[in-house]
């Protein structure tokens, strides 16, 4: 059986950790983030963990090393593991999924949620440190950075949309319903 790596492709705060954290509970999958590596650079260099540091450091990575630096890492990441499950929350770009779009088992899954809601639940979970007081005005020009304005065309071209506008339930089965073809 070919290994399974669903690249989930969403906007600021549009359910895709959601998403990645039921596949992992349900199904055995692995979470592996391109933003991890980011986040644990900045914490070592203990520089703030906010949107703008990591726009900064993958900005840096890209310039240095090629767009495709953190897809050919992911690749050879599960290549290497012996697990079946990979769920990748942070697709921005195509040459996010480059390496992997060739696995057989690879699946592009968008994300839609209304910007408000998105909004909402940003300043509620404050994943960054500056997340929690971030206005709307702030919100608006966070989706305009070098990171989020590549989403939109990502979830327009893939095979596979959710609609992340409802209650947890009705993403899950959405969630299954995919992926219970899949398996």
Known sequence: MSKIVI????????GKDTVADYVKEKYGGVTVSFSQPMR?????????VDRAHLVKLTEILIANY??????????TEIEKSDKQ?????????????????????FLLVGINTD??????????????????????EQFQKDALLSTEVTIAPLIEKSKFQLDNNGS??????QVDDLLSNKL
Do not use: C, M
């Open 7 to 14: 690249g989930l492709a969403g906007q600021i705060a549009s």
């Open 40 to 48: 644990d650079i900045l914490k070592r260099l203990y520089l703030p």
């Open 66 to 75: 090629g767009s495709d630096i953190l897809s050919k890492t992911i690749a």
């Open 85 to 105: 499950i990979f769920i990748l929350p942070n697709i921005r770009r195509e040459s996010d999924y480059a390496h992997l779009s060739s696995n057989p088992g």
């Open 115 to 136: 910007a408000k809601i998105r909004y909402e639940r940003l300043v509620k979970r404050s994943q960054n440190e500056d997340d929690k007081n971030k206005t709307w």
């Open 168 to 173: 947890l339930e009705d993403l899950y089965k």
